[in-house]
């Protein structure tokens, strides 16, 4: 049986996020108007550099962008705001603990969204809550 199995691709974990995404309470998601979901296997040394990282399995998601109260109406057109989602960090992670991948994907989305945005802990436990019916 488990001869076949394979490991979820970029494009299968994409298409997670976007459904976990899209089962997010209105409001979360009204707060995320223009974000973009990206996967890729790996977080870049820049952005392990960023966050202090020490190994590429060390970071399952990053949000790059300008937060709501950092933005201003005098910016330049600013890049897009996104979510990172660091599958092979993920598929580890997932390996060594009970939770469903789905699971995981959810709680990764929030928090890269929740803590960028200055939603609490509690918060975000809350929307992962809501998201989990």
């Not at 691709?9 to 995404?21: G, P, Q, R, T, Y």
């Not at 603990?97 to 959810?106: A, E, F, K, P, Q």
């Amino acid at each position: 049986m488990w001869i076949a199995a394979k490991a979820p691709s970029l494009d299968e974990i994409e298409v997670m996020a976007h459904d976990v995404f899209a089962a997010l309470p209105d409001t979360f998601r009204k707060l995320c108007e223009g974000v973009i979901i990206r996967v890729d296997d790996f977080p870049s040394d820049e952005a392990l550099d960023a966050v202090g990282a020490q190994g590429e399995f060390d970071l399952l998601g990053l949000f790059q962008g300008i937060s709501l109260p950092q933005q201003s109406s005098q910016d330049i057109a600013p890049m897009p705001n996104m979510i990172w989602l660091y599958r092979r960090p993920i598929l580890d992670y997932w390996a060594e603990h009970d939770d469903s991948l789905g699971d995981i994907v959810r709680h990764v989305l929030i928090h890269e969204i929740g803590h960028h945005f200055g939603l609490s802990d509690e918060d975000m436990e809350a929307i992962e809550a809501q998201a989990g019916d």
